[in-house]
Every structure is written in C-alpha cells, then in structure tokens.
C-alpha cells in the first residue's frame, strides 16, 4: 500500500508570504495527486487535482506540481484565509483500490 | 447545484451499529463513484471505501473489512455507511463525498460531516 508523507509537520508563515507544501508517496502514484484545504469544523476543499490542475474556483495563487514520488503544493502570496490544515491523496493505479491521505501539514499565522 | 447532506450526529455504545446516510442532489447519483472518509478529533482523513451507485459494487480499506457495508437507495438517491462492532476509537465525524469525473481519484463535493460518538 502507498503512504504519503507530507512535509513539514506544521508551517509557521506570515500573510503575504509564500508557502511551500510537500508530498512524497513510497512509490510511485503517476500524476494521480490531489491537494485538499481544511478548516475547523469543515469539510476538506478540493484545491489541485491531477498534480498540477486548480479545482473550479480555486484562486490562482494556489499551484501543483511533481509527478512520480515528489509533489508540492505552492500558495504564492498567503492570504489569511489560506491559514489551515492541508492534505494530499492519492488512488490506486491497480488493485486493491485504495485510497490513501497524507497526514497533514498545519499552515499556521506566525 | 451539487449537495450531499449527511444524517444528524450519534452516540453509540461500544459494540453498536451505525448507519449514516447521505443524500445526494444537483447530479446524476447514479453517474458518481460516492466515498466514504472520516476522521478522528485531531486526526488526519481515513479512507473508509466507496460504492458505485449505479451497479452497487463497493471497495473497502483492508482496515474496514467485515465491519463496515456500504449501499445505496437509487429512487431517493440516498448513500449509506454502516459500522458494525463500535469500539471506542471508532469516534470520528465520518463523511461521504462524491468522487469528480474523470480518472484521476479526487473528491469534488464532500457532505458536512456526521460526528460519531461511542461511549459507555
């Protein structure tokens, strides 16, 4: 089974700066890499889908990149409501069909 | 528009059943892959398993297996999670979400979440 390990742990940034957000699978998941936003209390937001591609509505600071094993997720400028719990995911390309979360990377107000 | 709303929170006892539903509006039910997630307080986002609306086929996590049936009411376009032999870890706001077109895996429309309370 795939494991995504996302890094850091926790990111302290100010508004305004730019934020750089990693992703590593054990092996490789292709492009098949989504990045997610969650705030307390919320459901996750669809942000990146495909690696690289912005969901629907999705402002143009947020950017996917990497293919393969090595993913990152670039906001390029934060915003304060960008401050919040992000997560990459990805699916099996062959069975078992899984679907597999990395753990998290807090992206907090320093 | 796309909306999936989940059945109202509950408390269970260890070794309980649950069965939360999500009704789906704004699409074809039929025409999406629906998922299953949840998450434990403070936790990151499990994967649970998912179910193909139209057929009735379902995929588990290896975790889940003979604890969790997934199914589905076609005519209210309604799909169900159940989770048998609670445990105390089991507490967790569960979600559905809709799987978005294409191949790629990800979820385009997530319900509001059901929190799952297991307690003596």
């Not at chain 2, 199914?71 to 309604?78: E, K, M, N, Y």
Request: charged content about 15%; proline content about 5%; some cysteine.
């Amino acid at each position: 089974e795939i494991v995504l390990t996302q890094s850091p742990a926790t990111l302290s940034l100010s508004p305004g700066e730019r934020a750089t957000l990693s992703c590593r699978a054990s092996q490789s998941v292709s492009s098949y890499l989504a990045w997610y936003q969650q705030k307390p209390g919320q459901a996750p937001r669809l942000l990146i889908y495909d690696a690289s591609n912005r969901a629907t509505g999705i402002p143009a600071r947020f950017s996917g990149s990497g293919s393969g094993t090595d993913f990152t997720l670039t906001i390029s400028s934060l915003e304060p409501e960008d401050f919040a719990v992000y997560y990459c995911q990805q699916r099996s390309n062959w069975p078992p069909i899984v679907y597999t979360f990395g753990q998290g990377t807090k992206l907090e107000i320093k | 528009q796309v909306q999936l709303v989940q059945s109202g929170a509950e408390v269970k006892k260890p070794g309980a059943s649950v069965k939360v539903s999500c009704k789906a509006s704004g699409y074809t039910f039929t025409g999406y892959y629906m998922h299953w997630v949840r998450q434990a307080p403070g936790q990151g986002l499990e994967w649970m398993g998912r179910i193909n609306p139209n057929s009735g086929g379902t995929n588990y996590a290896q975790k889940f297996q003979g604890r969790v049936t997934m199914t589905r009411d076609t005519s209210i376009s309604t799909a169900y999670m159940e989770l048998s032999r609670l445990r105390s870890d089991d507490t967790a706001v569960y979600y559905c979400a809709r799987e978005a077109p294409g191949l790629y895996g990800d979820y385009d429309y997530w319900g509001q979440g059901t929190l799952v309370t297991v307690s003596s």
